[in-house]
């Protein structure tokens, strides 16, 4: 054919033995293997969707909004919608009464936008959004793909296994270097001392927070201290 480059490497060329030339063996050689997969090997397909498959926990399906005593962990916080690449995500927050301050008035990802990297649930703050084990998503229009609260709101409950997952990848390390304390997620800063630092309402040069916390124990453990020494030299 005209235009068909020719193999004209030759050079180190493996010669063909005489039944290698025959090809027929080399065939029915392929074939035994073959056929010796269908028996040996296990079996790696499903009958879908008869048959489902359950993935494991560090699998990476649809985000969903973590609901815990009937309501979003989220607060409307904005991160994951910055950190979707291909902004996926929207949100409008409103303000509430009690510690958490801020929920999402309404909160949507566009399905046919996420591409199911897990970035949402990396820099939630809350573990609010987090990759479920769902992936058989269809969709008869756009508008369908669009899910609302009302499709990504799932319990607690049945997130457990991702929960899990996700406490145990956590870096060991984290919080190693300070008094971290997990308590501490206080999802508002009112009434805490450092509005009260904004506001001028505390001493200048009043220890805070923590600190203020620690020296009295310093200082309560000092007062024992002395106290115990004092009740040593009375009793000598
Ligand atoms: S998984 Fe990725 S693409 Fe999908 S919503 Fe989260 S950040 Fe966006
Ligand atoms: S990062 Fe978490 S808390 Fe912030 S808006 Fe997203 S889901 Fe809500």
């Given amino acids: 054919m005209p235009g068909t480059p020719l193999n004209t490497a030759r050079e180190n060329e493996r010669k063909l033995n005489f039944w290698e030339r025959l090809y027929l063996p080399e065939i029915f050689k392929g074939l035994a293997w073959s056929a010796s997969k269908i028996w040996k090997e296990p079996l790696y397909t499903f009958q879908y969707p008869e048959e489902q498959w359950y993935p494991p926990d560090s699998y990476r399906g649809r985000p969903v909004l973590v609901e815990e005593d009937g309501k979003a962990r989220c607060v409307s916080c904005n991160l994951c919608a ?89 870096n060991p390390e984290f919080g190693a270097q300070w008094d971290y304390d997990q308590t501490n997620n206080r999802h508002s800063l009112r009434g805490t001392d450092f509005l009260a630092h904004l506001s001028g309402e505390r001493e200048a040069g009043e220890p805070e927070g923590r600190a203020r916390e620690a020296e009295a124990r310093e200082a309560g453990a000092r007062e024992d201290g002395e106290l115990e020494h004092g009740a040593l030299e009375a009793g000598s």
């Fill in 82 to 170: 910055k950190a979707c690449p291909p902004m996926a995500i929207s949100m409008e927050a409103q303000e509430i009464e009690g510690p958490k301050e801020r929920e999402p008035a309404w909160f949507e990802i566009d399905m046919l936008r996420c591409i199911y990297c897990g970035f949402c649930e990396e820099v939630c703050p809350e573990e609010a959004i987090v990759m479920s084990k769902e992936y058989d998503l269809t969709f008869e229009n756009r508008e369908e793909a669009i899910f609302k609260m009302d499709r990504l709101l799932v319990v607690k409950e049945q997130l457990e296994d991702r929960l899990n997952y996700l406490e145990r990848q956590r």
